[in-house]
């Protein structure tokens, strides 16, 4: 799960590291009045999970009450990448002598933590690393020992030559790996660690992924899911345990295993279709579970067909022929409903199916083929 | 022969007592797996009733099982909020194997276990994996017996039913398996393609492989280089994802693509280029098999 800007940098605040204060609002008049605690020139910025911010128009510096105002009412609403701007970040404007790189994240690789510093911060560090990759330093952390503090100092090194900023630094990376462990990241970065004319150390933007499967263990992290900014789809798909990523296509694609499933949609396409969806109705799949699929899937207008490709292990065939027809019966579905089946309890599932008079394929090339046959285009 | 599990393999399950786990060791054993024992803390001294009302005999502990039954592989099903815990165990307590079905586990807690594994020497398998079957031999996992059969071809696969899907269609033409191994949809795994085909390669029985990737890091790219250096029998692959957008998981945690690495088009190129036979639909795994081992 991605958290906001203002949302990792409480993190970081938490953890010690220096950073601006700031505040956010849905308002460009209580941005003005945020901005009046804040001196003379603030910086408005727009929360939203996406990068490219500053490109899209997302980031504005305002002197003025008038300029905070117009900032924030521009910046409000505005779609950055598909995400809808419904918060802004009110934070005082700094003075900058250098902007650095911090970043941790899981390598799939080494299995490891990697702490990353580069000296170009404020910029797309994917491409630093695809330009030169060698002004990134990159330190495998041995997760049983943590970062070490000799190991920190010397990253610091890589950024910085003057003493006090190399101490200042040290600690931040400490810091920053501290909150990392303990708020069961995948990913955390710092971007631009900056340093002032006077000397100090700052983190001035944050960026931070949390891992799924920690969120449990961390209620103050989940609360800060923004469900306002998500699509209806997801939020219904995430509470009933179904994985559903939405597409632009016309076929609607309802499986069970996630590889099944991307192959299911790679078949569509090989076939001359569009898939409109990735949809994993998971192992143990219950009737229910397979209506709230339905209503899912049926929620996108672009949807034209429905294709079932079940292969049953554990989920049971005749589960998933009862969610079907319970969903015929719950929801008005106009779209066809073209169903392979097959598996775990295949003749008890085409028993259902039979008996309200639908059929089933039991091969997926046939299915998808048929599927893609009943779309217009 | 087979890899990884076969009759010499005596079987533990931690979460014996639990709905997919008491489900699932019935399965193993009408295989005919030999299940030696459960663990579930608290239910010490209990017994599971197996399909031919076989006393397996439960523990408190991992340690105490092996001890007393002699364990040389362990199968975990328990929640996820405890599978880290309980692969610890495992991998503390003797035995070779650890095989980790539950989904779920926290990346930076494998991280640790992962390290802890590798300086025992013990193999872990998976986690959010369907197991290993070698057909005929043992099952170990979730992997239906329905769809195998014993013969010639290696099957190792990040997937599940997309495992299902490719091996039926194998056994239905008649060409069976040696071993077929699920490694798991997590991005850190402890057994990669590249075990696999290692242990393969040792194994006299099988005559050719079969990939199964999906989008995401690159154990696909890995394993291409590999085999070009090491391998001498065909391998057949097939990447899931190619119509999956950047940036988004694709239900597995490890399926997703950052940036512009991980994606179908990379790995397939990457196949092709090494001389794996590279298949566009999962039932064109049989033709190529079929050519491969002409």
């Not at chain 1, 950055?80 to 003075?95: F, M, N, Q, Y």
């Not at chain 1, 971007?191 to 100090?200: K, M, Q, R």
């Not at chain 2, 035995?95 to 991280?111: D, K, N, S």
């Amino acid at each position: 799960m991605d958290i906001h800007e203002y949302q990792a940098k409480e993190i970081l605040r938490d953890n010690g590291i220096p950073v601006p204060p700031g505040r956010v609002t849905k308002d460009p008049n209580d941005a003005v009045n945020i901005a009046k605690d804040y001196g003379d020139t603030v910086v408005v910025k727009a929360q939203v999970h996406s990068g490219g911010r500053g490109k899209a128009g997302g980031v504005k510096l305002a002197g003025t009450s008038d300029e905070v105002f117009a900032a924030a009412d521009q910046i409000l609403g505005l779609t950055i990448s598909g995400h809808t701007v419904k918060e802004v970040l009110i934070t005082p404007a700094e003075d900058i002598d250098s902007e650095a790189y911090l970043g941790i994240l899981i390598d799939r690789e080494s299995q490891s933590p990697v702490v990353m510093v580069c000296s170009e911060g404020g910029v797309d560090i994917e491409e630093v690393a695809e330009k030169s990759p060698e002004s990134i330093k990159k330190l495998i952390v041995d997760p049983r020992q943590g970062l070490l503090h000799h190991q920190a100092y010397g990253l610091a090194g890589a950024l910085y030559n003057d003493p006090s900023l190399v101490k200042q630094a040290t600690v931040i990376i400490k810091q920053l790996y501290q909150a990392f462990v303990t708020s069961g990241a995948s990913m955390i970065e710092i971007n631009p660690l900056i340093s002032t004319p006077t000397g100090e150390v700052k983190a001035i933007d944050a960026k931070m992924s949390v891992d799924n499967s920690e969120l449990f263990k961390y209620p103050s992290i989940e609360a800060y899911r923004d469900v306002a900014s998500e699509p209806w789809a997801e939020t219904m798909a995430r509470e009933a345990g179904l994985s559903y990523v939405k597409l632009d296509g016309n076929v609607g694609c309802c499986v069970n295993g996630a590889g099944l499933a991307m192959a299911t949609m790679d078949l569509v396409k090989y076939y001359g279709g569009e898939p409109a969806n990735f949809l994993d109705i998971g192992g143990s799949s219950n009737p229910q579970k397979v209506v709230t699929a339905l209503q899912i899937i049926t929620s996108d207008p672009n949807v034209e067909v429905i294709l079932f490709n079940i292969f049953g292990g554990i989920t049971r065939c005749d589960d998933v022929a009862k969610g079907i027809i319970e969903a015929l019966g719950q929801l008005e579905i106009e779209a066809p409903i073209i169903i392979r089946l097959t598996g775990t309890n295949e003749e008890e599932g085409l028993k259902i199916l039979s008996a309200e008079g639908m059929s089933a394929f039991t091969s997926m090339d046939e299915v998808v083929e048929k599927a893609v046959s009943e779309t217009s285009n | 022969m087979s890899i990884f599990v076969d009759s010499k393999t005596r079987l533990l399950v931690q979460g014996i007592t639990g709905r997919d786990g008491s489900f699932h060791t019935t399965e193993m054993i009408r295989y005919g797996t030999n299940v030696v024992g459960g663990v579930t803390p608290g239910k010490g001294g209990m017994s599971f009733k197996g399909p031919d009302d076989q006393k397996i005999p439960i523990y408190n502990t991992v340690e105490e099982a092996v001890a007393d039954t002699g364990a040389n592989t362990s199968v975990i099903y328990v929640p996820p909020a405890f599978a880290a815990g309980a692969m610890e165990e495992a991998v503390d307590s003797g035995v070779a194997l650890v095989v980790a079905i539950t989904e779920g586990v926290p990346v930076q807690a494998m991280t640790k276990i992962h390290a802890f594994a590798q300086d025992r020497g013990v193999r872990i398998l998976g986690p959010n994996c369907p197991g290993v079957i070698s057909p005929g031999k043992a099952k170990v996992g979730i992997i239906p017996e329905q769809i195998v059969m014993p013969g010639p071809i290696g099957v190792i696969s990040r997937s599940g039913t997309l495992t299902y899907e490719a091996v039926i269609n194998l056994t239905k033409e008649g060409i069976g398996q040696t071993t077929c191994v699920g490694i798991g949809g997590d991005p850190l795994i402890g057994t990669s393609f590249i075990d696999c085909l290692t242990q393969f390669k040792g194994d006299e029985e099988t005559e050719a492989i079969v990939m199964i990737g999906e989008i995401g890091g690159t154990d696909e790219q890995d394993a291409a280089e590999w085999i070009s250096d090491n391998l001498d029998i065909p391998v057949v692959g097939f990447i899931a994802g190619q119509t999956a957008p950047p940036g988004r998981q694709m239900g597995h945690a490890g399926a997703i693509i950052s940036g512009s690495s991980g994606t179908a088009e990379e790995k397939m190129r990457c196949f092709e280029k090494n001389g794996v036979r590279v298949a566009a639909r999962p039932i064109d795994i049989v033709e190529l098999v079929r050519e491969a081992l002409d």
